[in-house]
């Protein structure tokens, strides 16, 4: 992916976007989303991050509910990768459905407690592993 940091992330994608009559982000949101996650887990500028961000928050504010649900799936998919493309890769892909679904929360706000059921279970699975993770470190430092 190209590095866009002299020229705000938010500035090329957001217009594209948003500003025609006929949006395309009904029709091609999964186009849209995903270089959009890429950028948000794996760019090396806080700003590009931080605009990729503003805009995949935008984005799944204008979405229709079951554009919505799909990214849903996504996210689910994500956090229940185990580690057989490497733990690197699975802990990116946890990291990345983790801030996607802050942002649908974060925009759905109190409609969001309908998908706890569905994805409780997944993030209580995640954080537990995170924690062992962490005893097995605090383990081998005090030994």
């Known amino acids: 992916m190209r590095n866009l940091s002299n020229c705000t992330f938010g500035q090329r994608c957001h217009p594209c ?6 949006p395309p982000y009904q029709a091609h949101a999964d186009v849209f989303l995903m270089p959009l996650v890429v950028r948000l887990v794996s760019d090396t500028s806080p700003k ?6 503003d805009v995949l928050r935008s984005l799944l504010s204008r979405l229709e509910a079951h554009h ?5 799936g996504y996210c689910r998919s ?3 990768q185990g580690a057989e493309g490497g733990e690197a890769q699975a802990a990116a892909l946890r990291r990345a ?3 996607v679904l802050g942002f649908l929360a974060e925009v759905e706000g109190a409609r969001f407690a309908r998908r706890v059921g569905e994805l409780g279970p997944a993030l209580l699975r995640v954080l537990e592993q995170q924690v062992g993770s962490v005893c ?4 081998k430092i005090a030994k």
Do not use: I, M, P
């Not at 976007?17 to 006929?22: A, D, H, N, T, V």
């Not at 590009?48 to 961000?53: D, K």
């Open 78 to 80: 994500w956090l229940g």
């Open 17 to 22: 976007l948003f500003s025609s009559s006929s």
């Open 48 to 53: 590009a991050r931080a605009a990729a961000g």
């Open 97 to 99: 459905s983790a801030q």
């Open 136 to 139: 097995s470190c605090v383990d």
């Open 68 to 72: 919505t649900d799909k990214v849903v």
